[in-house]
């Protein structure tokens, strides 16, 4: 049975980088068509996509982050991670990490998801 | 403000069916059949009740249903048990730079 579990600071303070990884278990990152992906839920609201990566490399993400965020891939310890520059407290939330078909959809292995707070 | 637009929240009784719509526009649910439907209890991750408009994974209910109709993807749940009351998102691929996009959330409630 594949599961995810997200690792990382649950605090954060403005203007500073979050980085957070997923770690994958019960099944390689490498094997299948699947991406790996980060998404988020405001406390409170719904769920926004933020990027994704196949296991060579290949990403894609949010318009809305695009900026600010890299995600990246360490097959070699089955993980993914994802960075987020310059944190405001609108990136306040649940982070969840999941496996997911090409097309963004069918997401059917999550994390429990982890908060993150931004706050001095 | 999310890109697919669903009602903030139904409601039925036990035994009762009720459906959840979603809609977005030709760039996404109306241009590709990439439409899931997700079930969230609180302070849980999301589960994958429907994925490419109709198909149920493995485990899930038979009570869960999926439907299109142009840029209108509905989710149906049949014979309501109380498990059922949760969030419910739909999700879809867009052909926008932003490439995935998911719906604002339905709370229903079991009454």
């Known amino acids: 049975q594949l599961q995810l579990q997200e690792s990382g600071p649950g605090l954060v303070k403005p203007s500073e980088t979050l980085s957070l990884t997923c770690s994958v278990s019960g099944g390689s990152i490498s094997s299948g068509s699947y991406y790996w992906g980060w998404i988020r839920q405001p406390p409170g609201m719904g769920l926004h996509w933020v990027g994704s990566i196949f296991s060579t490399g290949n990403t894609y993400y949010n318009s809305s982050v695009k900026s600010r965020v890299t995600i990246s891939v360490d097959t070699s310890k089955n993980q993914f991670s994802l960075r987020l520059t310059s944190m405001t407290a609108s990136d306040t939330a649940v982070y969840y990490c999941a496996r997911h078909s090409s097309t963004g959809t069918r997401a059917d292995y999550w994390g429990p998801g982890a908060l993150v707070t931004v706050s001095s | 403000q999310s890109a697919l637009t669903q009602p903030a929240s139904v409601s039925g009784s036990p035994g009762q069916s009720i459906t959840i719509s979603c809609t977005g526009t030709?760039?996404?649910?109306?241009?590709?059949?990439?439409v899931s439907w997700y079930q969230q209890h609180p302070g849980k991750a999301p589960k994958l009740i429907i994925y490419?408009?109709?198909i149920r994974p493995s485990g899930v209910s038979n009570r869960f249903s999926g439907s299109k109709s142009g840029n209108t993807a509905s989710l149906t749940i049949s014979g309501l048990q109380a498990e059922d009351e949760a969030d419910y998102y739909c999700?879809?691929?867009?052909?926008?730079?932003?490439?995935?996009?998911f719906g604002g959330g339905t709370k229903l409630t079991v009454l």
């Open positions: 999700n879809s691929y867009t052909s926008s730079s932003t490439l995935v996009v």
């Open positions: 490419e408009v109709s």
């Open positions: 030709s760039s996404d649910i109306g241009g590709y059949n990439y």
